[in-house]
């Protein structure tokens, strides 16, 4: 009998075992494969589906940047951005007939951008998977957003998803997998990648050492892409925000150059109040090529 505690699991599926890829069954407080496999759902309600459940080299943001990505998100400077992605997904998902449908995002973070979408998809029965392998991330969105299902999974490795069980694969300025994508989307899903423009947050470059986030040629992508995915729209959004303390301070901490600054430029950037930004981002949407 399913526990009144972790409902969210009330399945495994569509989840993997990560160390002989079938599927999971949910017994107890743990996920189970066939094999014996076990994965326990933490006290926060997240399952832990690294290979052997280790940490991989690769641990992604510092828990620094994690809190200050949060606090920065929720204060809503890129709601604009999730109401775009909202509007597709809820847009994508209403002629899909209910049941089995499951949305992924692929590198959520602290899951602001998943939440967001399942406001604007309200009404319908939909799976919500979000996936990081920052251990510090996804501890804090399975405790922030109990209905969805949260796991520490590595994009380089196999992603512990079953064939084909995703409908809307979400990429939010994340690291990208192509033929991992492409084996967990069903044939008629939808890729959506979001990543930012040159120009997003452009004012910052007159600030010595820091750096934004690199920004990546929407062609590039779409040849990265190419053999596993066709291309089918292209959407920019461009908007401008006040930044001011305590949220400037988080912005510094979300952004990895300003961990390699000295003493000095730290303490300059601290002295700043206040901060006119641009923010800038292409979304893409590409569906799976037929084999
Ligand atoms: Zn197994």
Not at 47 to 75: C, H, I, S, W, Y
Not at 182 to 211: F, K, M, S
Request: charged share 20%; glycine share 6%.
């Amino acid at each position: 009998m399913v526990e009144e505690r972790f409902r969210q699991w009330q399945t495994g599926r569509p989840f993997l075992c990560p160390v002989c890829g079938q599927g999971l069954e949910r017994i107890t407080n743990s996920l189970r494969c066939p094999d014996g496999h076990v994965f326990d759902i933490a006290r926060e309600g997240y399952v832990n589906l690294l290979a052997g459940g280790k940490q991989t080299k690769v641990t992604g943001d510092l828990p620094e940047m994690v809190r200050a990505r949060r606090r920065f998100l929720e204060a809503g400077y890129y709601e604009p951005l999730a109401q775009m992605v909202g509007e597709y997904v809820a847009e994508w998902l209403a002629d899909k007939s209910e049941g089995e449908t499951a949305v992924l995002d692929v590198g959520c973070g602290e899951g602001y951008f998943l939440n967001q979408v399942r406001i604007y998809c309200r009404n319908r029965d939909v799976a919500w998977l979000g996936m990081d392998v920052s251990k510090t991330a996804v501890r804090l969105a399975a405790r922030r957003y109990p209905t969805m299902r949260f796991v520490v999974g590595d994009v380089w490795q196999q992603i512990p998803v079953a064939n084909s069980a995703v409908s809307v694969l979400l990429n939010i300025f994340a690291p990208r997998n192509p033929t991992e994508f492409r084996r967990v989307l069903a044939p008629n899903g939808r890729l959506l990648l979001i990543h930012p423009t040159p120009n997003h947050l452009h004012q910052l470059r007159q600030y010595p050492g820091i750096l934004s986030i690199q920004p990546q040629k929407t062609d590039h992508i779409t040849r990265q892409l190419h053999p596993w995915f066709q291309p089918i729209t292209q959407k920019q959004t461009e908007f401008t925000f006040t930044l001011t303390q305590p949220h400037l301070n988080d912005l510094w901490h979300m952004t990895p150059s300003y961990h390699h600054l000295t003493p000095t430029q730290k303490e300059k950037l601290a002295n700043l109040d206040t901060l006119q930004l641009t923010a800038s981002f292409v979304l893409q949407s590409f569906k799976p090529v037929s084999n």
